[in-house]
């Protein structure tokens, strides 16, 4: 039971990407789906992904609702941060923590030095991706040329990274050490199979089962086929634990129970393996 409530009191995590091109259709949310990936794998739970507007209250509204959960110890958001118009993340965090924005000496550096070395010269749009909300610290970006910032809001991280997916990505590897000293010391591994020819609601009850029997393991079918005429699923179980082999045991005790269910209904299992 000890093990199972620190399972469940895991840290949140809110990833909120910005965008009116992404209320729009125009750009698929890859962001969203690959950094709460890496935020469970560290060890969070991803209580949120949220889409909101260039709007800076909206942005700022779901800020100050994620910062009034004590539970929330960390919030990223993506886009809005470039020397546009629209790009107002920054404004929007530091209206939703009571602070101005202020010049950041480092963060202009960096953007100077930038554009300098493409032979370009400082503008008032180029100047604007330095203005943080002070008291934040300049996140560099080894790709492109908007800096992010890191502010502490009480016992909570916001971190703002670019909307672009290779500067986010390149920008919050950086950021993980940071990251990790507010996650839990516990190690995450997903592993599963696939299994033909048994329909999602004939294996239902084995799903529940194997969740139900291992805490600390979440339990999922993906329907790949028709549930009729050709059923294919995928399993898939993430499980926490304090060690990796304990984290793998908990999995694979989990798929066992799946598979035993998959196997007593005629069903041909393929594809095992882990991803740590």
Not at 89 to 103: D, G, K, M, S, Y
Not at 117 to 146: C, D, F, H, W
Not at 185 to 203: A, K, N, R, T
Request: aromatic fraction near 4%; charge should be negative; hydrophobic fraction near 40%.
């Amino acid at each position: 039971m000890v093990f199972k409530l620190a399972i469940m009191g895991k840290p949140k995590a809110w990833i909120l990407t910005i965008g009116n091109e992404l209320l729009i259709g125009r750009i698929v949310n890859t962001n969203a789906s690959w950094l709460a990936r890496k935020l469970t794998f560290l060890g969070f739970s991803v209580e949120r992904i949220i889409v909101t507007p260039d709007e800076p209250a909206e942005v700022a509204e779901e800020i100050r609702r994620a910062l009034s959960r004590d539970d929330v110890k960390v919030v990223i958001t993506t886009g809005g941060l470039g020397p546009t118009y629209d790009d107002r993340t920054l404004e929007a965090v530091a209206r939703a923590i009571n602070r101005p924005l202020r010049l950041n000496e480092q963060a202009l550096q960096w953007v100077r030095q930038k554009y300098e070395s493409g032979g370009m010269q400082m503008t008032k749009e180029r100047e604007k991706m330095a203005y943080l909300p002070e008291g934040a610290e300049p996140i560099r970006n080894p790709v492109g040329t908007a800096p992010g910032s890191l502010v502490a809001a009480g016992e909570a991280l916001i971190a703002s990274l670019p909307g672009v997916p290779a500067e986010m990505q390149a920008m919050f590897e950086e950021l993980m050490p940071r990251l990790k000293q507010l996650a839990p010391p516990l190690e995450v591994i997903d592993c599963g199979f696939i299994v033909v020819g048994v329909p999602e609601s004939s294996l239902a009850p084995y799903v529940e089962e194997a969740e139900r029997k291992n805490p600390g393991c979440y339990v999922k079918s993906h329907p790949k086929g028709h549930e009729i005429r050709g059923p294919v699923l995928e399993i898939r179980v993430l499980a926490s634990a304090r060690t990796r082999d304990e984290a793998r045991e908990l999995a694979l005790r989990a798929l066992e129970v799946v598979k035993g269910g998959a196997r007593s209904l005629g069903g041909e299992i393929t594809e095992e393996g882990c991803q740590e």
